[in-house]
């Protein structure tokens, strides 16, 4: 299974910015899908964005922080991104890195450790 390590949390003003980094220990090209996740203290674990491996390599964002973050990936760096803009401090959270796999007919999913974020207003 890739291990997935994520780094760049941090505490941030609100309207700051912080870009997560999400990296892999082999290669994300088989990654069906990669994903940030978030969980706030008392609170369930929310999607934030995801990024699929389709031809057009389509994002999908919580309406919560649409236009605000933004997922990418580096396959070169097997890394993948979350850029996130005028933050704000409901975006505080434990923030995890997501990836699905397809080996054959089973899905195998791999999740990193997280990362804390923290907005302060």
């Known amino acids: 299974q890739v291990q997935l390590v994520e780094s760049g949390g941090g505490l941030v003003q609100a309207g700051g910015s912080l870009r997560l980094s999400c990296a892999a220990s082999?290669?994300?090209?088989?990654?069906?899908?990669m994903g940030w996740y978030r969980q706030a203290p008392g609170k369930q674990r929310e999607l934030v964005a995801v990024?699929?491996?389709?031809?057009?390599?389509?994002?999908n964002y919580a309406d919560s922080v649409k236009g605000r973050f933004t997922i990418s990936r580096d396959n070169a760096k097997n890394t993948v991104y979350l850029q996130m803009n005028s933050l704000k401090p409901e975006d505080t959270a434990v923030y995890y890195c997501?990836?699905?796999?397809?080996?054959?007919?089973?899905?195998?999913?791999?999740w990193g450790q997280g990362t804390q974020v923290t907005v302060s207003s």
């Open positions: 997501h990836a699905v796999e397809m080996r054959g007919t089973r899905r195998v999913d791999s």
């Open positions: 082999g290669s994300i090209f088989s990654f069906v899908i």
């Open positions: 990024l699929t491996q389709s031809n057009d390599g389509s994002a």
